[in-house]
């Protein structure tokens, strides 16, 4: 009877694993500075979102948070949530006040002319820095919201529209369907695709994070304020950027320590300042503050 039910289950995973392959579809893509640079840890604003939609922005966060890594779209950012607000907005066509790393979220018809959501944002030194997402304050709707969101974040990821889909569950870049209302629940995505995820890797040519799972899991469960940096593979301590920011950015924080180094005879006491931005920019500045050499002879 068992090896009945392990024949069943095996033909059930044979028959089902390839019609999940077969049945998504590539979407459109947009140039790769429209995507976020590797690694990149990613603050999302939400204090503009009604609170009874804030679950499902944190779910659709955890959804891309977790086909960061490999399998997935091997890009390895990572998004934080936040409800609070920041001043970066959108003015005679041009994004104002961006910061670096930083998503601001507005429920409001977006002024470009997209009915559910939009998208703007900016790219510095060849991919984005920061995107201003509009949500349709006529989505109401749990699921629906989360179908918007989750395409909006697609586009962040240098996705554009999928032209060749022919239904909603081929890719999360699937448009909404205006004649079913802003808040149908059964038209839409509400996370990526196999087919998003291998084109958001191949059209940015993001590579897999070669830092040791271990040590991420742990960082991501060692509390509030603790973010995982990729780049250097570091668990980091971080304040709400919102509340420290450095002069003329956001998501920029410092971290700073005392630690002392031999060198020959001496040794120095130093003060270590390091600047990260999002994860990934840092500065590393070393002042020392004391010296003490032995005597030799
Ligand atoms: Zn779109």
Redo the contacts with the bound molecule.
């Keep these: 009877m068992r090896h009945l039910l392990c024949l069943v289950l095996l033909v059930q995973a044979l028959l089902a694993l390839p019609v999940t392959a077969q049945d998504c579809v590539n979407p459109n893509v947009q140039p790769p500075t429209a995507a976020w640079p590797q690694n990149a840890i990613v603050w999302v604003y939400a204090g503009n979102v009604p609170a009874s939609l804030h679950n499902s922005i944190r779910t659709v966060l955890n959804t891309w948070n977790g086909s960061a890594g490999h399998p997935g779209n091997d890009s390895g950012v990572y998004f934080e949530f936040t409800t609070n607000t920041t001043t970066m907005d959108y003015s005679g066509g041009s994004v104002v006040n961006g910061g670096a790393y930083i998503i601001q979220l507005k429920y409001q018809v977006p002024p470009t002319g997209?009915v559910f959501?939009g998208?703007v944002g900016q790219s510095y030194e060849g991919s984005r820095v920061n995107a201003l997402i509009w949500i349709n304050p006529g989505i109401t709707e749990n699921t629906a919201f989360r179908h918007t969101l989750s395409?909006?974040i697609g586009?962040t990821f240098g996705l554009d529209?999928c032209y060749s889909c022919t239904g909603a569950w081929q890719s999360v870049?699937v448009?909404g369907n205006p004649a079913g209302g802003m808040n149908d629940p059964y038209y839409g995505a509400t996370e990526p695709t196999s087919c998003d995820l291998e084109t958001i890797k191949n059209n940015k040519g993001y590579t897999y994070p070669s830092c040791d799972s271990y040590y991420y899991l742990q960082c991501k469960e060692s509390g509030a304020g603790n973010l995982w940096d990729f780049t250097r593979c570091l668990c980091v301590n971080m304040r709400d950027p919102g509340n420290a920011p450095v002069t003329g950015t956001r998501n920029c924080w410092t971290n700073t320590y005392e630690t002392q180094r031999r060198v020959g005879v001496c040794t120095y006491y130093l003060r270590i300042i390091d600047t990260y931005c999002g994860g990934v920019g840092f500065n590393h500045v070393e002042y020392v503050e004391d010296l003490i050499c032995e005597e030799i002879g």
């Design positions: 997209a959501g998208t395409h909006e586009h529209e870049m448009g």
